[in-house]
């Protein structure tokens, strides 16, 4: 009896181990922010990952797998390459579940012992992988407002640091990712980050050899491809009135039904046309022919935009509006209306994207409202990066399942650890053209929105939490719990 208190609980014992070997627990989020870039979609059809460590100095990460097949137990060690990139420099399989983390805790002992932080694979200088995101390239008055606040301020410190594991394992296949995403073209960097990021969480194996489309992604031997869009500021548009508060500027609801209706289609199509009617259309490619192609777009044209266009996409995409009603036994009845034309100062498109000549080429359109640079710094606060002082709160609107539910649900939560969760894909919608030569099997983009026109109505499949939209408080407080002058930042910086 007196043995068995001083050897302690089992969650004792193995904290004792840890403090042993090295080690502190890791979370799923932070594990993932270093290893899911270098991970193999096949390591999870293989191996349950159960339990994650990491060294004092995050030299050395290791986790301990259950092999699904023969149902024993490993670990796999993870340093630090070449290029600062986590890969496999241990591993062992065959063991009981206590056989392998005592096993696990002698590598780690083992390897800091010898003292290496870094471990050469011998591949380093013959691949493409790895992009200095952060060192300015251009000088102060040409770098993107956007990217000056990531680069030099605190509240931004998440993001950085997600990113920067990110981009030891990125190919810039043009070589001139870095400068667009530091002057001109932020707003469309971070958005194709969003999806390489969005893309490998859902176990998709990601080429980046080609230099269009911007994405080859693979489930076993089925293969599509993503081009990346975004709707972009016209100089025609008049700057969003600012009062002074700092607060988002945010439209009348008047003006957003407005807008929905007439602007923003126009805005819609005017970018997934350009991208249509490519001079070499992306489906001659021979790489891509005979397979599906994806138009990816996301919204950037003002401040904010992307917290209410996304319905103006569904429209026009499909050439239908739907309105709702009550019965009088309360409920929901649903009726659709079809749309002929869009029509804004003077401009007139026809509607229905997928309806167009030449659009029976492209599989479906993906967006999302959350590929932003808050998003970045979201995950990164998940993921242990940032200050001890920084708070970030999320406030937005999401599906409700309720068969008779109108409109979405409101949600509000604190961004921390242990409180929440976040994917990378949660809010990303792919509409299915009904009329592809190549339809994409729904099943290759796992947890995403799917949406298809059945008959004259539109038919969505969701997952159980699908934000519409949201905003991101971004905060440092003192010691008091006040504000650090300067540190309350309002959403999603964008390009004016």
């Not at 680069?151 to 870095?178: C, K, Y």
């Not at 929901?332 to 007139?348: D, F, M």
């Amino acid at each position: 009896m007196g043995e068995a208190k001083n050897r302690g609980t089992r969650d004792q014992r193995i904290d004792a181990l840890l403090k042993a070997s090295g080690l502190v627990a890791m979370t799923p989020e932070r594990y993932n922010a270093f290893v899911a870039w270098t991970r193999s979609p096949i390591a999870t059809g293989i191996g349950e990952e159960l339990e994650f460590f990491a060294s004092f100095d995050d030299s050395l990460i290791v986790v301990l797998i259950k092999d699904l097949t023969d149902r024993d137990f490993g670990y796999v060690l993870l340093g630090r390459d070449g290029k600062q990139r986590f890969r496999c420099i241990d591993v062992q399989m065959g063991l009981r579940r206590t056989q392998a983390r005592h096993a696990l805790f002698a590598s780690v002992e083992r390897h800091l012992a010898a003292g290496a932080t870094v471990f050469h694979q011998g591949d380093e200088d013959a691949d493409k992988a790895g992009v200095d995101l952060f060192t300015a390239l251009a000088p102060e008055d040409r770098l993107h407002r956007a990217f000056k606040l990531l680069q030099s301020m605190d509240p931004w410190l998440p993001a950085r640091g997600i990113m920067t594991e990110m981009m030891r394992h990125f190919v810039d296949v043009d070589g001139n990712f870095v400068e667009q995403f530091q002057t001109t073209a932020f707003d469309s960097r971070i958005w194709e980050l969003y999806l390489y990021a969005a893309l490998l969480e859902m176990g998709l194996i990601v080429n980046k050899e080609h230099h269009a489309p911007d994405f080859e992604v693979r489930r076993y031997r089925k293969k599509v491809f993503i081009e990346a869009v975004i709707v972009g500021p016209s100089p025609k548009d008049l700057p969003l009135e600012k009062d002074g508060s700092g607060m988002p500027e945010v439209r009348s609801p008047q003006a957003v039904r407005d807008l929905l209706k007439t602007r923003m289609p126009i805005r819609f199509g005017s970018a997934l046309y350009s991208k249509l009617n490519r001079a070499k259309p992306y489906w001659e490619l021979e790489h891509v022919k005979g397979h599906p192609l994806v138009f990816a777009i996301a919204d950037f044209h003002e401040d904010q935009s992307m917290t209410w266009t996304s319905p103006a996409l569904l429209e026009y995409l499909y050439g239908v509006t739907h309105d709702f009603k009550f019965d009088d036994a309360g409920q929901l009845l649903i009726s659709t209306l079809k749309i002929e034309t869009h029509e804004y100062n003077g401009k007139v498109i026809p509607s229905g994207f997928f309806l167009q000549p030449g659009a029976q080429n492209i599989s479906a359109v993906l967006f999302s409202a959350s590929g932003t640079l808050s998003k970045f710094n979201r995950m990164g606060k998940l993921a242990g990066f940032g200050l001890p002082n920084q708070v970030i709160t999320r406030i937005g609107v999401r599906h409700d399942h309720n068969p008779n539910a109108a409109l979405p649900k409101p949600f509000r939560h604190v961004v921390e650890q242990g409180l929440v969760t976040e994917s990378w894909s949660e809010g990303l919608s792919m509409f299915h053209n009904p009329l592809a030569t190549h339809p994409v099997d729904p099943a290759m983009f796992p947890g995403i929105a799917h949406h298809v026109l059945v008959g004259e109505q539109i038919r969505s499949t969701l997952p159980e939490f699908h934000p519409y939209s949201s905003f991101t408080w971004n905060m440092l407080l003192t010691d008091d719990g006040g504000l650090v002058a300067g540190a309350q930042l309002a959403p999603e910086p964008v390009s004016k």
